[in-house]
């Protein structure tokens, strides 16, 4: 930080106030440092390998997980609000979500490119460490519908981790919320989807294609059309984020095996072909 400079001239000009200058006198850490904990956040990056590069890689992988937490919260509070038929609540935190998925996803700029070679300086001292092992990920999964029991089986060995991860297993998630939300307002959501066994993946369903379909028919400004937007944004954010890991891993490590042991680019082919929310995107063709 500088100090302030005062010149006869900036003086004159009044450019320079000391009454006006920050505080500079605390006892103990300061009032920033205790609520934002940088010290802490700055000081997590503990580098593995000499290769200067290895540094924005750790970094962009600590901040991705970072916009996972945020994004797991708001998607926490808009499942929260639609039990509660608060649905303005709901579309305010997909919303927000939804600018934080762009952030999440303007963060691969600096991985985005790295040649095989560059990768190679570092992946070796990742040992089987991988993205595939990240708790708060698979929360964002679950919230989505894509529960998997299998999932928490690397994560035995923490325990708040692994209950976290089992109640969002067991928990509704945000679409499942939805369409009990549909079903109280008196479209057709069919028995089996409402009392489906939430632990499992969320399947598609012909009914539900026809409820979205019918809703995309109507009032355009309509409650419900304006929350199916929210979630198509949602939806078409996370397929983006999942299609520029792809494209990043396939730059940096062509069709070589991942380091958490998969056939790398053929698995996340595989992950990434997915839709989410599928019948927001299959009832376009019927409207
Ligand atoms: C260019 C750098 C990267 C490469 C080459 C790469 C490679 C891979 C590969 C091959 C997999 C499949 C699992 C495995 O066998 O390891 C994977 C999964 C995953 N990676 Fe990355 N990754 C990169 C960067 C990142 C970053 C920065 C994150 C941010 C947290 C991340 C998060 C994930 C997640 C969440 C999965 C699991 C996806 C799923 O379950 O569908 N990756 N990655």
Do not use: C
């Not at 579309?91 to 934080?100: P, T």
């Not at 790295?114 to 919230?143: D, H, I, K, V």
């Not at 998630?173 to 993946?201: F, I, K, N, T």
Request: zero cysteines.
């Amino acid at each position: 930080m500088s100090e302030p400079v005062e010149t006869a001239g900036a003086a004159a000009a009044g450019a320079v106030d000391p009454a006006e200058a920050p505080n500079l006198d605390f006892a103990g850490t300061t009032p920033y440092e205790d609520y934002v904990q940088a010290d802490v956040l700055t000081h997590l990056q503990h580098l593995r390998s000499d290769d200067p590069g290895e540094m924005v890689f750790l970094v962009t992988t600590q901040v991705m997980e970072l916009w996972f937490t945020v994004i797991v919260h708001e998607w926490e509070t808009a499942t929260r609000a639609l039990r509660e038929d608060r649905v303005p609540v709901a579309v305010d935190a997909l919303k927000r979500s939804v600018r934080e998925l762009e952030a999440l996803n303007a963060s691969w700029t600096p991985l985005a490119q790295l040649t095989p070679a560059q990768f190679n300086s570092y992946r070796a001292a990742l040992g089987e460490g991988s993205g595939f092992q990240s708790a708060m990920y698979r929360r964002m999964e679950f919230l989505l519908g894509e529960k998997s029991a299998s999932m928490l089986v690397p994560h035995r060995g923490a325990p708040r981790a692994h209950a976290e991860l089992e109640k969002a297993l067991q928990e509704p998630s945000v679409y499942d919320e939805v369409l009990a939300l549909l079903a109280r307002r008196g479209y057709a959501v069919p028995a089996a989807v409402l009392d489906r066994d939430l632990s499992q993946r969320y399947e598609p369903s012909p009914q539900v294609e026809a409820v979205w379909a019918e809703l995309y028919a109507g009032d355009q400004n309509g409650e419900l059309v304006r929350l199916g937007e929210a979630l198509t944004d949602v939806g078409e954010l996370v397929w983006r984020w999942r299609n520029d890991h792809l494209v990043a891993t396939r730059r940096a490590m062509g069709a070589k095996t991942g380091t958490g042991g998969s056939a790398g680019v053929a698995w996340l082919e595989k992950r990434a072909a997915k839709n989410v929310f599928p019948e927001l995107w299959t009832a376009r063709s019927h409207v």
